[in-house]
């Protein structure tokens, strides 16, 4: 008997076991997502987890996740974050990504709208097209310092990106790489780049440094660094400014009224398309020898090239100077004045703690004084040292202050006694079998000052059941309450079905196929009466794409994937699609059923 109690008990636990281990693995998904990689997606927390070792595969289909995951975390080992990996996961809001990665695929992010932060790790070396497209709120960016490219398209329309540093080290920068970053306000270009492609386009909020006619991208050191576009629409003459490096690609574009313009050798790049469709530009008057033009390999139609030649007058402290340009074919001649003064300079010998120092300022050319005085002893700068708490049985010390600059001691630290035992009871309560205890310390330093011993309690036994179902019995068992130690078991008998009055629909019909319905046993999943319900054919609605009787985000996922060349829709359901009613199924269905489940439009 006792050997069927214990059986008993353990086909319980095992199932109790078994069970829980159920309810907690019905949340996890996972699969492979490279050679030597694997994916695992939390359903409840929305969080991908890639971990393992090497590249992950390409998805320009579909990907084994889900698309409403909340959080990636690319873990060490992994070296590439795939093409369209995370193409359209519109609720991600968080990435996080290992310094083993050296890529980031093309569309690997495109389109994930709710992402508004990104740190990419210096060991990502590139980047493909549309990386970051369309992520409508991203806000702030840590590029790599060791990326050599932006690519095209990285960033276009991200209409939340308000300012970006480019680390040096990047060369390139290609076409629409901001396209349409309305928000786009600052932007530094480093000297490390040699060539930029239109990648600017429509970045209204751009702030650009300005020189004559032209708007310019730079840094600190050279703020015209980089020639991005004019200034005026009608503009008839543009002169570069002496430190560009860069004309980027479209900068003088489509500009009708420009007939001449003035570069010099400083600069190092031209891009394509620079002159292009400024149908009435005749002349570009270049400071510099036939043989470094030919090296732009820019030779825009029906535009005489002039190589201009430079006769200079430096300027002085009290008078300006000047460059006379001459083109040496045609005689042309235009100058540039050279603003003289005087180049002022800070000289100064800096305060201490306890003495005065002094400054000047001069003309570095001519050594002339301009203004000169003394600067005041700057004091101590104290900072203190934290006192030292004493032990039961070890004295401790005061805090103490010294000079940060000169290290004078300000406050002197001081000897505190030793504060002695603090007692403390703690009890350990008896068992049914066990003794208990009584146990002084100190609370401050735990040293044990006094125990006694409590004798064992005994056992308290009580009754506790599993209640039987319809078809099983239950069984019921007598232990302790305290220490669980079992001392009786037995069966308690099933209680048989209890079937409701009315019917419960279990498989709904189809237009081609039969549903049925049955009475289902109150306490229990057991059926009875179980009746068919005849085929009924089923009712769509405008917009429902995918065919579930509902209109959802999922519509519109199928029918962007539909346009995008991703999936087919059933011809049958083209005429669901148009939402618009125009006839066809176009991007304006997508953007009205998107105002419609926002509440912002009807059908």
């Known amino acids: 008997m006792k050997k069927i109690i214990s059986f008993l008990i353990a086909l319980i636990m095992i199932f109790a076991a078994f069970s829980a281990a159920i309810s907690v693995s019905a949340t996890i ?64 809001t968080n990435v996080t990504i290992s310094n083993s990665v050296t890529s ?35 806000v702030n960016v840590k590029l790599s310092d060791n990326l050599t490219s932006i690519s095209d398209q990285t960033f276009s329309f991200c209409n939340s990106l308000a300012s970006i540093t480019i680390p040096e080290g990047i060369k390139s920068i290609g076409w629409n790489a901001f396209f349409d970053c309305k928000s786009l306000k600052n932007i530094t270009i480093p000297d490390s780049v040699t060539s930029i492609d239109d990648a600017f386009g429509f970045c209204y909020s751009l702030e650009y440094n300005t020189f004559e006619n032209g708007s310019y991208l730079g840094n600190e050191g050279n703020p015209y660094f980089a020639l991005i576009e004019a200034r005026s629409y009608n503009l008839t003459s543009c002169r570069l400014n002496d430190n560009t490096k860069i004309i980027a690609g479209g900068a003088l574009r489509d500009y009708p009224n420009l007939t001449s313009v003035t570069i010099t050798n400083s600069v190092k790049k031209i891009g394509g398309y620079a002159f292009y469709n400024s149908k009435c530009l005749s002349d570009i008057y270049y400071v510099g020898t036939e043989e470094e033009w030919k090296a ?35 005689g042309y001649t ?143 068992i007598e232990k302790c309450t305290r220490c669980g130690k079992t001392f009786g078991a037995g069966t308690i008998p ?10 419960t629909v279990d498989v709904e019909p189809t237009e081609t196929a039969p549903g049925s319905k049955s009475r289902h046993c109150l306490r229990c999943d057991a059926v009875t009466d179980v009746t068919e319900i005849p085929p009924q054919k089923p009712v769509f609605v405008l917009g429902d794409v995918n065919g579930d009787g509902k ?53």
Do not use: Q
Not at 108 to 134: K, N, R
């Open 334 to 476: 235009f100058s540039e004045i050279l603003p003289g003064g005087h180049k002022e300079v800070e000289t100064r010998i800096e305060a201490t703690c306890t003495k005065d120092g002094m400054y000047i300022i001069s003309c570095k050319v001519c050594g002339e004084v301009f203004e000169a005085d003394t600067i005041p002893a700057t004091g101590h700068e104290v900072v203190s040292s934290p006192g030292i708490a004493p032990t039961c049985t070890e004295d401790g010390f005061t805090e103490s202050s010294e000079c940060s600059v000169c290290g004078l001691t300000i406050t002197e630290k001081k000897r505190i006694p030793a504060l002695g035992h603090t007692p403390f009871e703690e009890r350990s309560e008896a068992t049914c079998t066990e003794t208990g205890s009584i146990i002084t310390h100190c609370s401050v330093c735990g040293e044990v000052l006094s125990e006694v011993i409590t004798d064992p309690l005994g056992h308290c036994v009580s009754r506790t059941e599993i209640a039987a179902t319809c078809t099983e019995s239950g069984m019921y």
């Open 494 to 503: 099933a209680l048989g079905h209890d079937f409701a009055l009315d019917f």
């Open 296 to 330: 732009y390999n820019c030779f825009p139609a029906n535009v005489t090239i002039h190589f201009v030649e430079t006769n200079t007058t430096t300027a002085t402290c009290e008078k300006d100077g000047i460059i006379v340009y001459t083109c040496s074919e045609c």
């Open 29 to 92: 998904y996972s699969g492979t997502c490279g050679e030597n990689l694997t994916w695992e997606y939390d359903n409840e927390t929305g969080v991908l987890t890639i971990s393992g070792e090497g590249n992950m595969y390409d998805y320009p289909g579909s990907k084994p996740w889900s698309e409403s995951i909340k959080s990636v975390c690319i873990c060490d080992g992994v070296t590439s974050i795939g093409e369209f990996a995370f193409f359209a996961c519109s609720k991600l």
């Open 104 to 138: 980031i695929g093309e569309r690997a992010f495109f389109s994930c709208s709710s992402l508004t932060d990104i740190i990419i790790p210096d060991s990502v070396t590139s980047m493909g097209e549309c990386a970051f497209a369309y992520c409508e709120n991203l």
């Open 551 to 603: 209109i959802t985000i999922k519509d519109v996922l199928v029918l962007r994937k539909y346009l995008a060349g991703i999936e087919k829709i059933d011809p049958e359901m083209l005429k669901y699609s148009d939402f618009n009613r125009d006839g066809k199924v176009t991007i304006k269905d997508v953007l009205k059923l998107r105002k419609y489940l926002a509440n912002i439009e009807g059908l």
